[in-house]
């Protein structure tokens, strides 16, 4: 499983990378949760992966059984997928604020912070229009 | 110790200077001119000490890790510039209470040109090369200040600027050159390094050595190309002027190969390139001179004149002829030309100007500064009986003496020092005789404060010249020597007899006072109006397009890489990261892959191809439920795949997350317009391009971390200490609540601040919007 699951972490980064890159911004919401998904893989493959032999210790038992899952990974992942959901509701809300704000979605518009050079040519058409 | 004593001395006065102006008002410039002259005192006393036990060695450990320290070295050298330095330092303070009577920032000149003193003193009587390096940037740095004094003026302004970068890029260089020196000779001390000079000179580093050192000395010290700051920097005020730019900082340069010459000189580049170097700016800046009517401008071409001279006598150099040249047309020079400087400034300062073309018959109204200018001219322009005689004198034989085409240098120098004689004078009769001219103030004779300098300047030319044993044996030969690098011992007349060079002495003093009579002609010729634009000018204007030139690069890169979108930012970022580790992967350790595929599962590439499908849905969607689906689909297939591999709760918790994910989604989609792609095919191809290289190099990494084994240490721990130790049965949950239960605690609180960020941002409103204010 190993193997196939590096090849999947690379291709959701790949994909969320694409999506990161995109003007609209919900896109790169979801280009981040994509990417989060594929940094969760990538921890959960590295400790190495054991099939039906959870990192439980078993009633009158002191240790778990022999070959048990990795715990730490899933400990760490446990953490990095709940602080995810926050950053994604956190990003979601801002495309939401930053539309109520700016009139617009697309990152390339926004330019408050570092507005255009002079005589720079900026972008017109804006992705705002609902598609028929 | 006594050194670095005078030095800090020099520095809290230098800063106390302001508060006295404040106090003393008028006398405070009598006052601090007390200091330069209690250093001229006391550098005195090393004469007769250096020249009965030979030079002194101070040290006091600064850093001494970095090989750093507060060492002196005090021989016949470092005195005769420090005598210079503090002597013609009394009579600037005298010179500038005078000239800046009354002006509202006398305080500020008089703390800058303290500073400026205590620096170039400690330039020629450092021993360590960063030490030597620290005083040799204060002095660029103070002599920015003092430049722009006149900071309202944006020509004033612009020339500091200009100083300070062509001397500052130099300085930089000579940082590098003492560095690389001290890597070859052993050592960061000069006094030790001049003893190096064999094997400096066969190092391979020789060349990189020289020409760095080189670029710092020959920007100091005005060099032709990089003689234009000299003349441009006359916007100071005029005691700045004949301080800094006659008498001691642009020496700096020419101390510097001085210096190093026992270590350094003698090679065919070192005389290659200060004789050729040398001759050039001499003659340039002579003839330079004459195409000019600014009283300054003509002293500080002949400046330039003068530092060429003396490079180009250190690149001759080998000969005992050459060396006593450089120490007494050093000290020569320094007497004449400050005194000229300061009479420059004083006709400025009476006349209300210091145009040739403007000022005449100033004789009456201003006689002594007319007698010293006489003297000092005299001097100047290499007349019996007056120092400048002898000084001539000795280059002329010096360059008849030079190892290689002496005839040439003997012509070239002939050929400048006719041009100094005519400037001579041109500085020193056209103002003060002939007609007299209605000038925009009506002139007086100067205050004593302005005149005491230049006469008491032009009559130590003429005691020096009348009587040269006074200063022969304790002062000449000791620096003479230090040059040379071995004991020196001549004897300085005034009167050689009837020798080839008093001819040519002769043969100059004669065309000079042709060019003077023929100046006006000159002056106005299409020879002369095309030899400044090729010598004077253009090279300040290559500086200028050079300054321009890095203006525009410095914003064409910002353009390119603040591009201010934050696709551009995040592309570079991936680009980067790809190709870093990419790269360092595959070179480093090959393409390895991991075993083990074929006990994949049938159900496991089922929901690989699930979770490929998902994410491809997700980037071509075009409605945005398809892509909330479609995301879905990756989730739960992560959560299946955690639930696959033995870790349950991983998968309770994904799938919890994903389900409230939809629902966030779904809330906030409505608001928000629909995905109409406006992209260029270019443009995605690009991004899928980076996108994919990172996600190979993230694939690539996973793969070659799966052939190493891993260490089972913190797997046996948790799983030994879980139960007996935490008195838990699900490790995973141990792990969060005790082991590390801080991690968790972080966790929370990031958790409570992303919610109140999603608070304020759906909540509050700035006061003066309109709520829903999208005014863009």
């Known amino acids: ?132 | 110790m006594g050194v670095l004593i005078s030095l800090l001395i020099g520095c809290v006065v230098a800063f106390a200077a302001p508060l006295l102006n404040r106090a003393a008002g008028s006398r405070a410039g009598v006052i601090l001119a007390l200091l330069p002259l209690g250093l001229t005192a006391y550098f005195a006393t090393f004469v007769p000490r250096i020249a009965a036990e030979g030079a002194l060695r101070q040290s006091i450990a600064w850093v001494p890790a970095l090989n750093v320290n507060l060492s002196f070295y005090v021989d016949g050298l470092s005195v005769l510039f420090a005598l210079i330095i503090s002597g013609v330092g009394f009579f600037i303070v005298l010179y500038g209470s005078g000239y800046l009577k009354g002006h509202r920032d006398l305080g500020r000149f008089y703390l800058a040109v303290t500073l400026f003193m205590v620096s170039m003193l400690g330039v020629v009587l450092a021993d360590n090369i960063i030490t030597l390096f620290v005083f040799w940037e204060l002095t660029s740095f103070t002599s920015y200040l003092l430049i722009g004094f006149n900071h309202e003026q944006e020509r004033a302004r612009k020339a500091a600027l200009q100083a300070l970068l062509v001397t500052g890029t130099g300085g930089l260089a000579l940082l590098g050159g003492l560095i690389l020196m001290a890597f070859v000779g052993g050592s960061y001390e000069i006094s030790e390094l001049l003893n190096q000079g064999e094997v400096l000179r066969e190092h391979g580093l020789y060349t990189a050595i020289l020409i760095l050192v080189l670029a710092g000395c020959f920007t100091k010290s005005a060099q032709f190309p990089f003689h234009f700051w000299l003349p441009a920097a006359m916007e100071a005020p005029t005691p700045v002027s004949a301080y800094l730019h006659s008498a001691t900082m642009v020496k700096a340069g020419v101390y510097l190969m001085a210096r190093l010459h026992p270590a350094l000189g003698g090679t065919d580049l070192w005389i290659l390139l200060l004789a050729g170097f040398g001759a050039a700016t001499m003659v340039i800046g002579s003839w330079l001179a004459l195409c000019h009517s600014d009283l300054k401008r003509i002293l500080a071409y002949t400046t330039v004149m003068g530092l060429g001279t003396l490079t180009m006598l250190l690149g001759i150099g080998q000969t005992e002829y050459a060396v006593v040249a450089v120490a007494v047309f050093t000290l020569a020079h320094s007497l004449y030309k400050g005194a000229l400087f300061m009479v420059a400034g004083s006709i400025d300062h009476e006349a209300g100007t210091r145009d040739v073309g403007e000022v005449g018959g100033l004789r009456k109204a201003m006689p002594i500064t007319a007698a010293a200018a006489l003297v000092a001219a005299l001097s100047m322009a290499g007349i019996v009986p007056f120092f400048g005689f002898i000084a001539k004198e000795f280059v002329y034989e010096a360059a008849l003496a030079a190892g290689s085409l002496p005839r040439l240098l003997l012509a070239l120098a002939i050929l400048a020092n006719v041009a100094g004689v005519a400037a001579a004078g041109i500085v020193a009769l056209k103002p003060f005789y002939g007609p007299v001219r209605t000038t925009p103030k009506h002139p007086h004779e100067a205050p004593i404060a302005m005149w005491a300098g230049p006469v008491v300047l032009a009559l130590l030319g003429l005691l020096f010249g009348l009587a040269p044993g006074l200063i022969a044996a304790p002062l000449i030969n000791p620096v003479a020597g230090a040059i040379a690098g071995a004991p020196v011992s001549v004897e300085l007349v005034l009167w050689h007899g009837f020798t080839p060079v008093l001819g040519m002495s002769l043969m100059t003093l004669a065309l000079g006072i042709g060019v003077f009579f023929l100046w006006n002609t000159w002056r106005e010729s299409r020879f002369a109006r095309g030899f400044n634009r090729a010598f004077g000018v253009a090279p300040e204007n290559a500086y200028f397009r050079t300054i321009d030139g890095m203006l525009w690069i410095a914003h064409w890169q910002t353009r390119i890489f603040q591009s201010g979108y934050l696709r551009h930012y995040l592309t570079t970022v991936i680009g980067v990261t790809a190709f870093a580790v990419g790269f360092t992967l595959l070179s480093r350790h090959g393409l390895v892959l991991p075993g083990g595929w074929s006990a994949i599962t049938f159900y496991e590439w089922t929901l690989a191809g699930i979770m490929a499908a998902g994410a491809l849905v997700a980037v071509f969607a075009r409605s945005r439920v398809t892509m909330v689906v479609a995301i879905g689909a990756v989730g739960f297939s992560v959560a299946l795949i955690y639930l696959a591999n033995s870790a349950p709760d991983l998968s309770i918790t994904q799938i919890m997350v994903e389900t409230l994910t939809v629902v966030l989604f779904a809330l906030v989609l409505i608001h928000l317009p629909s995905l109409r792609p406006v992209e260029s095919r270019a443009s995605r191809l690009r991004d899928a391009a980076v996108a994919t290289a990172l996600g190979a190099a993230v694939t690539l990494v996973m793969l070659t971390v799966l052939t190493e084994p891993i260490s089972p240490h913190l797997t046996e721990y948790f799983g030994a200490h879980s139960y007996v130790t935490a008195h838990g049965r699900n490790i995973v949950n141990v792990i969060l609540v005790d082991f590390r239960a801080l991690d968790t605690l972080g966790e929370i609180v990031v958790l409570g601040i992303a919610g109140l960020g999603v608070f304020a941002l759906v909540k509050l409103r700035a006061k003066k919007r309109r709520d829903g204010g999208a005014d863009v």
């Open chain 1, 1 to 132: 499983m190993e193997p196939l699951l590096a090849i999947m972490a690379g291709f959701l980064f790949a994909s969320g990378l694409y999506l990161m890159l995109r003007r609209n911004y919900v896109r790169v919401v979801i280009g981040l949760i994509l990417i989060s998904n594929a940094a969760n893989l990538v921890i959960f493959t590295m400790g190495r992966l054991a099939r039906g032999n959870p990192p439980l210790v078993a009633t009158g038992e002191t240790m778990p059984a022999e070959g048990f899952a990795n715990p730490l990974p899933q400990a760490l992942i446990l953490t990095a997928i709940v602080i995810g959901f926050g950053l994604l509701a956190f990003a979601l809300v801002l495309a939401y604020r930053a539309y109520r704000e700016l009139g617009t979605v697309d990152v390339d518009a926004m330019r408050v912070a570092e507005p255009p050079y002079p005589g720079e040519k900026t972008v017109s058409g804006t992705p705002d229009q609902e598609e028929a």
